[in-house]
Each structure stands twice: as C-alpha cells, then as structure tokens.
C-alpha cells in the first residue's frame, strides 16, 4: 500500500486533569473515507482540532504523505492540504459567497482575482455537484447552504483531506443524500475525508473503514462498516449494549396543551397559518416536516417566545392570556430549546446559574429578591447526580460540558419541576447512542407518568419509536396527523413534500 | 515561538494577579517617559507614593480623590456587567452635582439637607441614564455613542447654567452659588477633608457586590449580559433588566457628583470633576468589573492623580503622566484580559 495521506502517531492532549487523546493513531489513505466515532466527550472533535492546528498535541506526531510536518494553526494545516469544516461555520455573512471564498488569497500584484476564483468555484461545483449562486450574500443561504461553502472553500485551497465534524447534525434528511453524493466524488477523485457523526447508520453507509474513541483512546476499529451492524458498533462505543426502549401501549387521557387557530407574523421563519393540534396526558406527539415549514415558529410560540397574531392555546384547562415564558412555565409548561448554546445556556456562567435559571424568582432559589445561594448549589449538585451529567461540579462554566451533557441538564432543569406539557425541539441532535437513549427514557418515563409531551423533530426514525401521533408541517401549516400505527417512513416522507393530505386520525 | 491557546477555565489567582502584573507593565512603561522628561525614575515615583500615601494626611487626600471614583467605577462595572454601555458617567456625576447644589441651597436642617442632595443627586443621574438605555431598548440605538454624547450635551448645559441663571453677581465668576453651611458634609477626621461621603462611598461597594452576587436581580443583570437569548427563554425580561441596571448605574455616578458638591466644593464649578466618570471605566475594567476590586483600583488611581501632582512640583515632569498612566492602565489591562481567555504556549521547540 502506498504511504497514507494522513497518519496521526501517538497523539496525546490534556485538559487539566482531562486527557481528551491518549496515544491515538490514525490514518486516511487517499480516496478513503475515514469515519470517526465515539460517544459525547470520546475526544473526536479535540483529536480534529491537533490535526488542524488548534491545539498543540501534548505528545505525537503528524505525518502527511509520509513526510512529519509541524502544524501549528489553521495556515499550516491549509498548506499541508488539510481543510476542516466545524460544527459552527466560519464564514462572513455580509460578504458574498465568492468574497467568501477569496478572503485570504492573495491574488495577482495585489489584486482580488475574481474571475479566476469564479471559475474554481464552477469548476468544483461541475465535479461534485456543489453548486452555489457566486454573488449571494452568506446571510442569505441556509445551513445546508453555508455548509457546502465551508466544504468549496477547503477544497479552493487545495485540501487532500477533508475533515467533517458533525456534517450531518444540521442537516434534513434530504439535504444528507447530497453531502453524500459530493464526498463520495470527492473520494472517487482521490481526496481522503474524515467523517464525524453519531448517527451509526449514515456511518455504516458512507466510510469505507472506522475508529472508535472511548474515553480519548482508541476502543477499536471496524474494517468493513457496511457489514458491521449499529448495535456492534455501538457496543465498541459505549463498551456495552445499547437495548432500544419500548412504547408500552397506554390510553391517553383529556388533552394538556390545545392550540385552536394560530397563526403568526413578524418571524424570521416560516409564519404559522392556522394551526390547531393538541396533546393528551400520557401522549407523546410528533411534529415533522422539512426543516423550514413554521417548526420554529411552533415551537417559539408554544415556549412563549412569541406571541401569536391569532388564535389561542390552553393549557391544562386554563387560556394562555399572555405568551411569556414565565406564564407558561407557572401553567406547568417544561420547554427544551432547540439550540442548547444560545437559547439554553449561559455558557460563560456556572452550570448551576443556567440550571436555575428559569425559576430563580420562585421561592425554590430565593426569597424576597435575595438569593439563596446553598439551594442553588444542592440543586445543580443533585441534578448531576440523578442525571449523571459528566462534569466537575455545579460551579464549572457552563461552556465546558459536552453536547450530551448540556442537553441531560436541560433535561433536568426542567423535568424536576414536573411538567405537565413538555415540548422539545430536536431531543437528541448531537448526541451519542446511549445519551439519545437516556432521554428516549425519560420521555416515555414521563409518558408513563401521565404528562403530554411534543417532540419537534426531523428524524422519523426517532418519532416513530417515540410518538403516539405524528403531526406533519407543511409551509406552516399542519399537513395531517398520523397515529403510530399508521405512520411510517414513506407516509411521513409523502405528506413532508405536501403531497397526500391525510385528515385527523383520533 | 509562542501562540495563544484559547483556555477553558480561568484560574481563580487571575482576578488579583491581573491587576498587578498590568499596574506594574503601567509603571515600567511610563517610566520611560520620565525618563525622556529628564527625571530619575526611582524619585519620581517615590515622591508620587509618598505624597499620596506617605502619611495619615496624604491618604485622607487619596481617599478623597478616590470617592468620586469608586462611585463611577461601580456605576460602570454594574452597567458593563448587564452589557449596558455605559460611557455617561461623566454627565451622570455632573447631572448628579447639579440637582444637589440646587438641594443644598436651600435653607433647611442639615442631615434633611444631606439627604435629600442624596436622593435628588442620585436620582437626576438615574435619569440620565435613563436616556440611552432607553434609546437603546426601543429604537436599538447604540448605547455607547447615545452615553457618550450625552456627556458634551450634559456639559454644557451646566456651562449654560453657571454662565447664566447661576453666575455670581459679585464675583463674576461662572461658579454657582454655595450650598448652605448646614449641609456640607461633616468632616470625619479634624484637619483633613475626610468627608462623610467618603465612608458611604466605602460602604457602596460592598452593597454593590451583594446586589450583583446574592439578589436576583443581580442574577438577572449578569444572566441578561452574558447571554440576553437564554435569558429572555428562561423568562427574564430583558428590557427591564437594563432599564434597572441603567438606573442603578447613573443613580451611583449622580452620588459622585453629590460626594463633591456636598463635601468637597460645596458649589458647582466647570471644572468639579477633572473626568472622574472617564476614570471610572478604568477603575471597573482594572476591578474586572467587581465592586469589591472597585476599591482598591479607585484608590491606585487616586494616588495617581495626588501623587502625579507633587511629582510635578518636585522633578519638573509634567503632571499629564497621570492621565497617561490612567490610559496605559486601561490598555495594560485590556492586553492582561486577554490572558484570562487564551493562554500563551510555546511551540516550535520541536521544528
Ligand atoms: N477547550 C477545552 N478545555 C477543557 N476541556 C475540554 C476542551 N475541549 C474539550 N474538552 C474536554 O475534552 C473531552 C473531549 O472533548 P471533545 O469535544 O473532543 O469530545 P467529542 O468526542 O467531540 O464529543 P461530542 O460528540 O460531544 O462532540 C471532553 O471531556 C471535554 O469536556
Ligand atoms: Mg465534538
């Protein structure tokens, strides 16, 4: 075999007492796709970081084409071919796509060579399918959008290898097949690509070999993907099974969230036209639908984040009369933003603040305006026991959690007060198997309990196991409903599209 | 070769040694320049520490100097705290000095006196503040222009009063006219200008520190700075949030304004206050915006300016050094912030 394109030896890095890599290695021949798994916290994105410059690895080498090179920033990397797209995109977004593309390339005597960079991006665009319109403004694209600019751009500076970390957490499950056709030509053309994700399946479909990371060192490796199932996979990950939870059958009660009507304006998304859907007790229902067709606004308007043009909603009985946070949360509403960094969290505080956060004027962490600082912390202190979030303690910032663990204590910041509704956009996006799985219990532990739970998502896989009824979103109306038993992939797939319009189930 | 590494954590030790290291990169540096205006360096700064620490009258006189300051600097660390840009202290302290002289004008008993100054004095600085905040809150004007203009604006219409309604038609001067006997501020230690504004000053910051740390609404003005989308989510009202904390902060820069009338001028003139609410923004960037650290940076900069002046007298290097310190501070300490999010290694042994 010729030498490989990329070879990490005995890459070690700490954080304080962290070792987030212990003596990996890892290698990417050229046309390879290389996928890298592990559970929340395994160490992949930091191991990608070394590769890329941003860290100084503690310990270990880096080899490219054979030959040791030392990467000290994202400019090393770029020279010796390396491109990386990260989870949160680095792009411009008043300038255009081309301007985006050209920032930091010297052009002729000074110059910004436009011409020559609009027929690179032509020319990359014909070969992968990666086209973009040159002169739109970044703000402008949607994220699938911007992260196919993020992938122009790594190869306009001539990447050999490709790193993805989580390409595929941002995405619909449409725009996923697109990725895929563009990094298989990719790799058809010789390019070696990195590929991070937690989502086993899109795993065993696109990489051709595996590591897994546990705990920062390498638990194994899988030769063949295609031919190695999820649960195998998983195992290596999580050093033990993964057994999926079952939905007991249960008959639900009266309803506990009802909107009658609603319809929104004044919203960067997709407005709601008319949209009426209720929850029972003891229900989980599912929104789905193509990102983009009024979820946000749903869930804005259910969170109480932004007041409705028409319509009403109950809760429990009682008429909301004035969509603030605080009003629904004293009706018994638990409410999970879909972006835990900047809706949920304060991430440059302690974890106890962000945890409390919600409820800090209620006599469960002060009195009379003054806080009460030991309840706070025995709070935050319990929480993480019973939810087992990984992290030094109650006063660590709030930034340095994992994704997994952000998301178990927004879990538990809300489900200690016992909701009655819960609503949740995108549960379990970034999340490894057996965190996924933990909240997929809780959900249902809730649904046991008799409380009614909306579950905004776009993986149907997930809703399906979930849901009692599956409502559907279409240009920010509610499609149809479907219950369980009549849903399934291709159903769901249809009416997603606008087609097949189904009434009312229940 | 070196770079900077982003850090996850900041070590506690931080909060002190920043200060320090960025005082001390302040006086090496300005060194330098008496140096260049032909002073011994060890003299010129023994005559600074002497003549405003040296003895029990030189403190009482850095203590002095340093009231006015610890209030603009607690105006400013909470306003910065919420992300309220609050660069109006100056035009607060002044509105401030402005309605007491009004106050304390009137005949009445003399603690009446004292306390309504205060009141009325914190109140017209609130006031002030209230104008950019609010600017900010419904039209999303940007605060730290709207509190910076604010202060030319403030400045001269004091100009106006004291050239106008208020001259002094005997002396002609553009002084407004004293306040009464009754309602200066006691004087604490005999033969000094120890003023009783001065001890409420010290009390300030630790009621400060309390209401950042242990109440909810200082919960919520660091919540909403950190972070004003979690915060709205988690059901903190946002615009109220800095409304408050805008009227927190000038009610705090209008009493340095009082603390000088009432006990240091006991009249308003142009120039009550050499750019106290300036000094302030160093004094709460120096304290990393904690009322507590308030104190002591407020007096480094006092002993400053009362030292900067008797160096003057002594070496013959112009009394401007002190501004000069007081800005290469601020920059010293904006470098040293720096470290507190990245952390310098050194790289390339190995290449
Ligand atoms: N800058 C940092 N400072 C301190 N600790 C860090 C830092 N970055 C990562 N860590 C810690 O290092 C470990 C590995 O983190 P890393 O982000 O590499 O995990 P990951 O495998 O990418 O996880 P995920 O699947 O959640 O993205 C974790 O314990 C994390 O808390
Ligand atoms: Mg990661």
Redesign the pocket.
Same mark, same amino acid.
């Given at each position: 075999m010729s030498a490989p394109l990329i070879e990490m030896r005995g890459i070690t890095k700490s954080? #304080?007492a962290?070792k $987030?890599n212990e003596a990996v290695d890892l290698s990417v021949a050229p046309g390879e796709i290389l996928g890298l798994l #592990?559970e929340?916290? $395994?160490?992949?994105?930091?191991l990608m970081n070394v590769l890329f410059g941003a860290y100084a690895p503690d310990a270990g080498d880096i080899l490219v084409e054979g030959r040791p090179v030392a990467i000290h920033n994202s400019a090393d990397a770029l020279a010796a071919g390396i491109g990386m797209v990260h989870q949160h995109f680095h792009l411009a977004p008043r300038l255009t796509v081309l301007e985006n593309l050209l920032i930091g390339i010297p052009g002729k005597s000074g110059r910004i060579d436009r011409a020559g960079g609009l027929a690179r991006l032509q020319e990359i665009g014909r070969q992968h399918g990666l086209s973009l319109e040159p002169n739109l403004p970044v703000s402008a694209l949607s994220v699938g959008e911007q992260q196919r600019l993020e992938i122009i751009k790594a190869l306009f500076r001539g990447a050999k290898l490709l790193i993805l970390d989580e390409p595929t957490a941002v995405l619909a499950p449409s725009e996923v097949d697109g990725l895929f056709a563009a990094l298989r030509s990719m790799a058809a053309q010789g390019l070696g690509i990195i590929f991070i994700s937690?989502k086993l399946n899109e795993v065993r479909a696109l990489t051709h070999r595996c590591v897994v990371l546990r705990h920062g060192k390498v638990a194994g490796r899988v030769d063949h993907p295609a031919s190695t199932t999820s649960a195998e996979m998983a195992k290596l990950m999580c050093g033990h099974e993964i057994v999926p939870p079952t939905r007991e059958a249960s008959t639900p009660g009266a309803a506990v969230l009802t909107l009658d009507g609603i319809s929104t304006s004044g919203h960067a998304g997709t407005p709601l036209r008319d949209v009426s859907l209720f929850v029972r007790a003891g229900e989980i229902l599912g929104i789905a639908g193509v990102s983009g067709n009024g979820q946000r606004a749903l869930a804005d308007v259910i969170s109480g984040m932004l007041p409705p043009k028409a319509g009403t909603m109950t809760i429990a009985g009682k008429t909301v009369a004035q969509f603030s946070p605080r009003e629904l949360q004293a009706l018994g509403l638990g409410r999970i933003p879909e972006d835990r960094m900047t809706t949920g969290l304060v991430t440059n505080l302690p974890l106890a603040d962000s945890m409390v956060l919600p409820r800090i004027g209620t006599e469960a962490f002060s009195r009379k305006g003054l806080l009460n600082p030991a309840a706070i912390r025995a709070f935050a202190e319990e929480q993480i026991k019973a939810y087992d979030i990984r992290c030094p303690g109650p006063m660590v910032r709030a930034g340095?959690l994992?994704?997994?663990n952000l998301q178990k204590a927004l879990l538990a910041r809300e489900l200690a007060f016992d909701p009655k509704v819960l609503i949740v956009s995108q549960p379990t996006r970034?999340l490894?198997i057996g965190a996924a799985r933990f909240i997929h219990e809780k959900f249902l532990a809730m649904r046991a309990r008799g409380r009614g739970i909306i579950v905004i998502g776009e993986d149907l896989e997930e809703l399906l196991m979930l849901c009692d009824r599956i409502a559907v979103m279409y240009e920010g109306r509610i499609a149809g409903t479907l219950s369980s038993a009549d849903a399934t992939v291709a159903r769901l797939g249809l009416m997603m599209t606008g087609a097949g319009h189904t009434e009312e189930a229940a | 070769m070196f770079r900077l590494e982003?850090r996850?954590t900041t070590p506690a030790w931080f909060n002190l040694a920043l200060p320090l290291i960025a005082i001390a990169a302040t006086l090496i540096l300005c060194s330098g320049l008496i140096a260049v205006a032909g002073a011994g360096v060890i003299e010129a700064y023994g005559v600074m520490l002497s003549a405003s620490l040296g003895d029990s009258y030189a403190i009482t006189e850095t203590l002095v100097r340093a009231a006015p300051m610890i209030f603009t600097g607690l105006a400013v660390a909470v306003a910065f705290r919420a992300k309220f840009w609050n660069i109006g202290a100056e035009g607060q302290l002044l509105a401030g000095a402005v309605a007491s002289c009004f106050v304390g004008a009137i005949p009445m008993p003399g603690y009446l006196a004292m306390l309504l100054m205060a009141l009325v004095g914190a109140a017209a600085g609130a006031l002030v503040a209230l104008v950019p905040a609010t600017l900010r809150v419904k039209f999303k004007v940007d605060d730290v222009v709207s509190s910076l203009l604010l202060n030319s604006v403030i400045y001269y219409a004091l100009m106006a009063l004291i050239e106008g309604p208020w001259k002094d038609t005997f002396s002609g001067y553009p002084i407004s006219p004293p306040i009464e006997d009754s309602a200066n501020f006691p004087v604490l230690i005999e033969g000094t200008r120890m003023h009783l504004g001065v001890v409420v000053a010290l009390i300030a910051a630790p009621l400060c520190w309390f209401l950042i740390a242990r109440t909810t609404l200082g919960f919520r003005i660091r919540v909403t700075g950190e972070n004003p989308e979690a915060a709205r989510y988690g059901g903190i009202n946002v615009q109220r949030v800095l409304i408050s904390t805008a009227l927190l902060s000038g009610a705090l820069a209008g009493l340095a304004g009082v603390g000088e009338v009432g006990g240091v001028h006991f009249q308003v003139m142009s120039d009550i206050s050499p750019g106290y609410g300036y000094s302030g923004i160093v004094v709460a960037m120096l304290a990393r915006l904690n009322p507590l650290g308030v104190v002591p940076a407020a007096i480094f900069l006092a002993a400053v300016m009362t030292g900067a002046e008797a160096m003057s007298r002594a070496t013959g290097v112009p009394a401007f050094l002190s501004d000069v310190i007081q800005g290469t501070a601020l920059l010293a300490m904006l470098v040293a912030l720096l470290f507190t999010a990245y952390r310098i290694r050194r790289v390339g042994a190995q290449t």
């Open positions: 954080f #304080g962290v $987030a #592990g929340n916290g $395994a160490g992949k994105t930091t937690h340095a994992s994704g997994g970034g490894d | 982003a996850s």
